[in-house]
């Protein structure tokens, strides 16, 4: 394909489309499915909702995803696009498969590319959230992409009547479309296809840890970051994946496959599900994208030996209730007073559970994959992130995706509150080591802080309220200890 990025006057025919804007330049991108004007803020110009596949609606609902025709048609792409269907979301759409790109503003390619996959527990969550407004890493030379895919039932729903074409991972099958579209088409927006990066925090993490063990997507991205990882979580056999499916047929009262029904009673139905078994929906074992979980890809090797860096927050919960604290406590089959010892830092029972909690889920895991990864050959490294911000200090909230801020550097926006000098600082450099990964597979460029590998130590980045330096890991007793106990 030819791509180009040209900033072009602005002729009539610009002024008719573009009734809003000034005349003058215009960033400008020709695309497989036409031609996308975008808009320019600052030193970053943005195409939003921009289409990757077709509207996954109608005949298509529950289907693998579907390119969409080529087109010489100019669009303007100054708006997200909806976000996929989710409840408590009046926006939210089927017709959502669209995508979001950053670059720096008059500035040639081709430049590293990284696509940002957004958790929320396969439920949940848009590339549109202002979050993860792509610009500050832009900025710094950069494309930026950000993506939307089908959650909930309509993303990872199994039944026997969808098997053509594949079931169940539809959400799965929509990311790759959206990193095929990237290959086929970042050239046209200054970007190298042969230079991208994944990155995303929780069940975003999760979908590229999958990919990595995905041979479908393996030749489509050549570095990742895994932020908050649950490792080791169990995915659902197709077997209970089907299970699932069929109880949510038949909750619709449809005699086929649901295709007929009314989005409210979609989301509706799979409420209902899920508050029974809250992991209803969510990547299952299919045979064809999935075969095995995570932690057994790591360790037989599977997954592709591409750099990576991977790691959690300090804190990635909090309990609400004296029974998830008993729970949390009781499930470790260690004495309280053992526990007090290992984790001498908690105040109280409820962050002693929480502490407990984020190491088994979290912490552990991830310490254990870099170790199969850095094993395997590939350059690894790995993190703990520990700051809190500076205003948060008093009365820090859940620590889970608590980085994120930091990665985008956005201020002053849902989920994200105003930064101290102190926290812009951290988040600069935190930034850095994302961008310079991005650009050739190691975080380090003299500057910085030295980030040393993860080899066969259990060294890693520790970034604190005081520091941000390699070290070695201070958990490492208490890691080996749920170690042991899940080996």
């Known amino acids: 394909m030819r791509c180009l990025l040209a900033l072009v006057a602005a002729s009539a025919v610009l002024c008719c489309a573009v009734a809003a804007q000034t005349v003058g330049q215009f960033p400008f991108a020709l695309t ?50 909806a976000p996929c269907l989710q409840p408590s979301l009046p926006a939210a759409r089927e017709a959502c498969l669209t995508l979001n790109v950053f670059r720096p503003f008059g500035v040639d390619g081709p430049l590293p590319v990284m696509v940002f996959v957004h958790g929320g527990g396969f439920v949940t969550g848009t590339a549109n959230d202002p979050l993860f407004d792509g610009a500050k890493l832009a900025q710094a030379g950069l494309i930026v992409v950000t993506v939307n895919y089908r959650l909930g039932a309509l993303g990872f729903l199994m039944h026997p009547a969808l098997s053509d074409g594949g079931s169940g991972n539809f959400g799965l099958m929509d990311q790759i479309a959206a990193l095929r579209w990237v290959h086929d088409n970042i050239a046209a927006f200054g970007g190298d296809p042969g230079n991208v990066t994944l990155f995303g925090n929780g069940t975003g993490a999760t979908s590229i840890a999958l990919l990595m063990l995905c041979a479908q997507s393996r030749d489509l991205f050549q570095k990742a970051i895994l932020q908050s990882l649950p490792g ?54 299919d045979g064809n994208l999935v075969t095995e979980d995570i932690a ?65 889920v979290f912490s552990e895991p991830a310490r254990m994959l870099a170790r199969l990864h850095a094993a395997n050959g590939a350059p690894t490294f790995r993190y703990r992130f520990a700051y809190v911000p500076e205003a948060r200090r008093g009365n820090p909230d ?18 994200a509150g105003i930064f101290s000098r102190r926290d812009r600082e951290v988040a600069h450099r935190m930034r850095a080591y994302w961008i310079n990964f991005a650009r050739s597979g190691d ?14 130590s259990d060294r890693l980045l520790l970034i604190t309220n005081d520091r941000m330096a390699s070290g070695d890991d201070p958990w490492s007793e208490r890691l080996d200890r749920l170690a042991r106990e899940k080996n």
């Open 32 to 81: 497989r499915e036409g031609q996308m004007l975008g808009a320019v803020e600052g030193e970053v110009a943005s195409f939003k909702g921009l289409a990757y596949a077709a509207p996954p609606a109608g005949e298509l609902r529950w289907r693998p995803p579907q390119a969409l025709p080529e087109s010489s048609e100019m669009s303007t792409a100054y708006d997200y696009g």
């Open 232 to 285: 080791r979580a169990r995915l659902l056999s197709s077997e209970e994946a089907a299970v699932v499916g069929r109880q949510f047929v038949a909750a619709l009262g449809e005699t086929s496959d649901g295709r007929p029904a009314e989005p409210a009673r979609l989301l509706a139905t799979a409420k209902r599900l899920r508050d029974k078994s809250p992991r209803s929906f969510a990547p299952a074992l």
């Open 296 to 360: 057994a890809g790591f360790s037989a090797g599977h997954e592709s030996r591409i750099p990576l860096i991977i790691g959690s927050n300090d804190d990635e919960t909090q309990f609400d209730s004296a029974l998830e604290i008993k729970e949390a406590l009781s499930s470790s089959g260690e004495s309280i007073d053992e526990l007090h010892r290992l984790y001498s830092d908690a105040a109280n029972p409820i962050d002693l559970a929480a502490s407990l909690y984020t190491d088994k």
């Open 398 to 415: 859940d620590g889970h995706g608590r980085e994120l801020q930091f990665i985008f550097g956005v201020e002053g926006v849902p989920g």
């Open 443 to 456: 975080p380090n460029d003299g500057e910085l802080p030295h980030w040393d590998r993860a080899v066969d």
